[in-house]
């Protein structure tokens, strides 16, 4: 019997043993693509000998160092390089070590930011219902995806949420991409104004939704409306780009795209890569001198803060994505995954939509493709393609979502930057597999 607490705890998983480029082995020699480096962690791959020697270095020179004493030398240099290649003035980083750290340390930060400008009557976050922040309780009631917070509600704060820019859902027929953005955007001027507009902290959002929708970007001109009504009425500005951030979508911060800067941004997933569990929030200068000239001191903090392994990984990280060339490497082999995606459910009558930057991409199934009516919930259609494609050796990122109050199946695709083109086309042939066998008989 394991003594290990499994997410599932009715099945039980394989167990893994090495990991090589873009493939997993477990321990009876099968091999998995990464189609979706776990949960679009393993941007360089498996086995990456650079950043396994960069972690082996730093663990052997100086492994912990708390903060409340100490920073450390690839804290401070993952530090100067994050604040460097960010865009704006987001020059302060706070390395923690994940992505729900990373969010809450974002909410927070947001609210004593304005504490201690004396507006203390700020008290509101607006997010999105379909999204998702993060585990954590403060994390978890700033998404708004119905199914993981369900049975935790009464324990959440009540965040507000304002509906997602999912073009595919929620456009009007008669509406252009660019007004239905408008259309959307003035959702969180409304919703500001109703709760007092003097009394909002921070919106926040993740520029390529991921977990909840499979990788929905808002459409053009959504983010530079949100930014404007951000400023209007003082309301700080939160991305989470923990899931398409670090090149994932094509550009270094997928918020490059949507040419908006954020006040606080945050990341975490592809700065370890997998290889240690490291995230960031990254906030503006003005915000970092509105508590150093106030109290000197972010009421926060967790004891593996800045960890100096951790760091060392971020740091091999970012430097490998910037020196091999990765960020262009993604946008031609996202173009082509788009291609072969195109090709092979362009006109499948399950397939609504294909979406994406990237190698962010994104498969949205309906039963019926004219009137985009999502699968009946009791198929467990993600569920089962999930099982489908793991048994034909390929892991993906399928899910179940609530498209705006109505259930969605969804199937996130983001492989490693190093996937080469003959193995684009093997994750699109191992999908293809099973989603035909997954599919309710006589769809
Ligand atoms: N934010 C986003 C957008 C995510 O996709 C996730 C995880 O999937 C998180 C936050 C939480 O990150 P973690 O699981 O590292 O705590």
Known sequence: MSHVFPRHTKVQPPVAVAGEGCYLIDSTGKRYFDGSGGAAVSCLGHGDPEIIAAVQ???????????????????EALADKLAALAPGNLDRVYLVSGGSEATEAAIKLARQYHVERGETQRRHVIARKQSYHGNTLGALAAGGNAWRREQFAPLLVDFSHISPCYEYVLR??????????????????????????????????????????GAVPAVEGYFERIREICDRYGVLLILDEVMCGMGRTGHLFACNHDGVVPDILCIAKGLGAGYQPIGAMLCTAEIYSTIENGSGFFQHGHT???????????????????????????????????????????????????????????????????????FDPSHRLAATIKKAAFAEGLVCYPMSGTRDGRVGDHILLAPPFIIEDAQIDEVVGKLTRAIAQSLPKGS
């Open 57 to 75: 270095e730093q663990a052997g020179k100086l492994a912990f160092a708390h903060t409340g004493f100490f920073t450390s030398e690839p804290a």
């Open 304 to 374: 593996y803060l800045g960890h100096p392994v951790a760091a060392a990984a971020g740091l091999a990280v970012l430097t490998a994505i910037e020196e091999r060339n990765l960020v262009g490497r993604v946008r031609a082999k996202g173009d082509a995954l788009d291609a072969a995606l195109r090709e092979a459910f362009g006109q499948h009558p399950n397939v609504g939509d294909i979406r994406g930057r990237g190698l962010f991409r994104g498969i949205e199934l309906v039963s019926d493709r004219e009137t985009k009516t999502p």
């Open 172 to 213: 009007r027929d008669d509406e252009s991409a660019c007004d239905y953005g408008q259309r959307a955007a003035q959702e969180l001027e409304d919703e500001i104004l109703r709760l007092g507009e003097d009394s909002v902290i921070a919106f926040m959002a993740e520029p390529v939704v991921g977990a909840t929708s």
